[in-house]
């Protein structure tokens, strides 16, 4: 059973720092390309960072330069280093896993809420 959970998400003042983790089981973890994304209220989905089996990244350029994405292929999670918050940061954050080919899947956690406020 695949299963992806999200945890790291909280209450955090403007300037701050929080790392999200995602914990995957049930599928072949260093061969999906695993992506960050946020909903905030009243917003649609939105694509945050990527970062591939060959650990290529890719940022949305609202989080250039503030946020990094890694990935632990040994203990199958995906992290997200979230630095220099700001107010527009606050959502709810979703791990997706996706593959292609013989890897084919798609996969979403149920999400973390990320709130910055002073």
């Known amino acids: 059973q695949v299963q992806l959970v999200e945890s790291g998400g909280g209450l955090v003042q403007p300037g701050g720092s929080l790392r999200l983790s995602c914990a995957a089981s049930g599928f072949t973890f260093s061969r999906y390309s695993m992506s960050w994304y946020r909903q905030a209220p009243g917003k649609e989905r939105e694509l945050v960072a990527t970062i591939t089996s060959a650990r290529i990244t890719n940022y949305a350029d609202s989080v250039k330069g503030r946020f990094t994405i890694s990935r632990d292929n040994a203990e199958n999670t995906v992290y997200l280093q979230m630095n220099s918050l700001k107010p527009e940061d606050t959502a709810v954050y979703y791990c997706?896993?996706?593959?292609?080919?013989?890897?084919?899947?798609?996969?979403w956690g149920k999400g973390t809420l990320v709130t910055v406020s002073s």
């Open positions: 997706r896993a996706w593959g292609i080919g013989i890897w084919a899947g798609d996969y």
